[in-house]
């Protein structure tokens, strides 16, 4: 039996510059939206959905609500009795929520799937929540002496980076400027209005240091906000002839591996590669997609904080590895380079709510190979990437988005 197509009929983003709790608003509030947004973007009725599937990470830990599968039934009545499920990944729990619609649309179970992510991280002063980010990371085993975990562990990659290779800051900072200078063409980008200092000449003190190397403007955003595309597979086409795919997912792949940081760089000990499940996650979408990288006109990557998108750089197969700054140099990553790196601004620029931002990528890859990202669209765009990770790149998520058309 042949294998169906899955195609992105169409998807939602909230601004993720807003800030639900000032706004008297509550996962409910986030949800409703959403679902309203997404399944208007991909001309569907709810009743048409057959499964749901949502990406969450820190819903208790935030807000004390679990059970966020039944979210989109309690605001959308039209939604009652659809079957749906909740995934947490940390930051890759909505490429997870992703890859499980996937996989019921290709086994022939539904025809039609609404695919969330949803965040709400404002509920707490920054400092707290970046506190209980770490939940992601091994508790206990790692990171005791960190005051905020997630900028330690990505300063630990940048001292693996620079002890295997060699990595100077300069280029750390330089990923940073161009995300916020994307961000800024982006209208749901949460940093589009901020004043940021030119963070290639920025001292310690208009570019503070957070842990080690890692700076304040390093690291991506907390925040609130949501993502929904509507999966649908060939079967739904055949049955709905006017419906109009933004793009098609050609590929996909996925590695999990152990929660430490530090089992993780011992395991890659005298490999070429600092994280190489991340680079086979990326070689599975290739195979899948039968793509090269070359045949790529864009990636959306998982720049938590800059060590993270210097990873993605050489892992990709843009450069060899610990060769990173090269690309950076070459101006390769920027909007008209070989493989433009986060147009939409990317998590540093964009935002990240961390649920979400899986979703987010996928969204921004259909937008671009349908031609219709606006201010950071990238011009041609035929064949676009996704890479997103959750936690220290326990879980490793690669997705590939063309523009090949039905029939």
């Not at 997870?96 to 965040?119: F, P, Q, T």
């Not at 002839?241 to 996909?252: D, F, N, Q, V, Y």
């Not at 765009?381 to 790149?393: R, V």
Request: proline letters at 4%; hydrophobic letters at 40%.
């Amino acid at each position: 039996m042949s294998e169906s197509n899955i195609w992105v009929l169409g998807g939602f983003q909230t601004d993720f510059a807003r800030n639900f709790q000032r706004e008297g608003l509550d996962f409910a509030a986030l949800s409703r939206e959403v679902v309203t947004g997404a399944l208007e973007a991909a001309a569907v009725a709810a009743s048409d959905v057959e499964v749901i599937h949502v990406g969450n990470a820190f819903g208790q830990l935030f807000t004390a609500q679990g059970q966020l599968g039944a979210m989109p039934s309690t605001v959308c009545p039209d939604l009652w009795e659809v079957p749906a499920s909740r995934h947490e990944a940390a930051c890759a729990s909505g490429s997870i929520a992703a890859l499980a619609a996937m996989s019921d649309l290709r086994a022939g179970a539904y025809d039609s799937a609404l695919v969330l992510g949803l965040e709400l991280e404002k509920t707490v002063p920054g400092d707290d929540a970046a506190q209980t980010l770490g939940a992601a990371a091994w508790v206990g085993y790692e990171g005791q002496d960190a005051k905020f975990m997630w900028p330690y562990m990505f300063d630990k990659v940048a001292e693996e980076y620079d002890r295997r290779y060699g990595i100077r800051d300069e280029h750390l900072h330089a990923i940073a400027q161009l995300n916020f200078d994307n961000g800024r063409n982006n209208p749901n980008a949460q940093t589009r209005d901020w004043q940021v200092p030119n963070l290639r000449t920025a001292d310690d003190a208009t570019n503070p240091p957070v842990e080690g190397r890692v700076r304040r403007f390093d690291c991506s955003q907390i925040t609130d906000g949501g993502a929904g595309v509507v999966l649908v597979n060939d079967q739904y086409l055949c049955e709905h002839p006017g419906a109009k795919p933004w793009g098609r997912i050609a590929g996909w792949g996925h590695k999990t591996v152990g929660l430490g940081l530090q089992q993780k760089l011992e395991h890659s000990s005298g490999h070429d590669y600092v994280l190489p499940h991340l680079r086979h996650a990326v070689e599975d979408a290739f195979k899948r997609a039968q793509v090269a990288l070359d045949d790529l006109d864009g990636l959306e990557t998982h720049d938590c904080f800059t060590p993270s998108e210097y990873v993605a750089i050489d892992h990709i197969g843009l450069t060899a590895p610990g060769e990173s700054w090269k690309a950076i140099e070459n101006g390769d990553i920027e909007k008209d380079g070989r493989l433009p790196i986060n147009p939409s601004g990317g998590l540093i620029g964009g935002g990240h709510p961390v649920g979400a931002s899986g979703v987010r990528m996928l969204l921004d890859a259909a937008k671009q190979v349908r031609g219709i990202a606006g201010d950071y669209q990238i011009e041609g765009a035929q064949t676009f990437a996704t890479l997103n990770f959750g936690g220290s790149t326990a879980t490793t998520v690669s997705l590939i988005v063309d523009q090949v058309h039905q029939g």
